[in-house]
């Protein structure tokens, strides 16, 4: 219960694209946010996305129009599709799914852009 499971980082050249998955042992009916943040060397964790359990997204201005957060409930997993990748995004990704009594993290993913 409560666990993260991160995959699809990775190295690209900017431009390019990566699609992250984060798949929840959290019951589906417990879990009112999923979302990623990031977190670059020596700054502090942003939000990237986030989903609420109604389907209502929410993006960091720096990502809109590049990266869609999405969800496949039958198996209560996030994704971020991550297009026009550029160096800034450079970062460790990390998973976040909250209920109302708990906030569960990822392990984290690399991400590395190369220009």
């Known amino acids: 219960q409560g666990q993260l499971v991160e995959s699809g980082g990775g190295s690209v050249q900017a431009g390019g694209s990566l699609r992250l998955s984060c798949a929840a042992s959290v019951s589906i009916f417990e879990i009112n946010i999923m979302g990623w943040y990031r977190q670059a060397p020596g700054a502090e964790r942003e939000l990237v996305a986030d989903m609420t359990s109604d389907g209502r997204t929410n993006y960091a201005d720096f990502v809109k129009g590049r990266f869609t957060i999405s969800r496949d409930i039958t198996k209560n997993t996030v994704f971020l599709q991550m297009n026009n990748l550029d160096p800034g995004d450079t970062a460790v990704y990390h998973c976040?799914?909250?209920?109302?009594?708990?906030?569960?993290w990822g392990q984290g993913t690399q991400v590395t852009v190369s220009s």
């Open positions: 976040n799914v909250q209920t109302d009594f708990n906030s569960y």
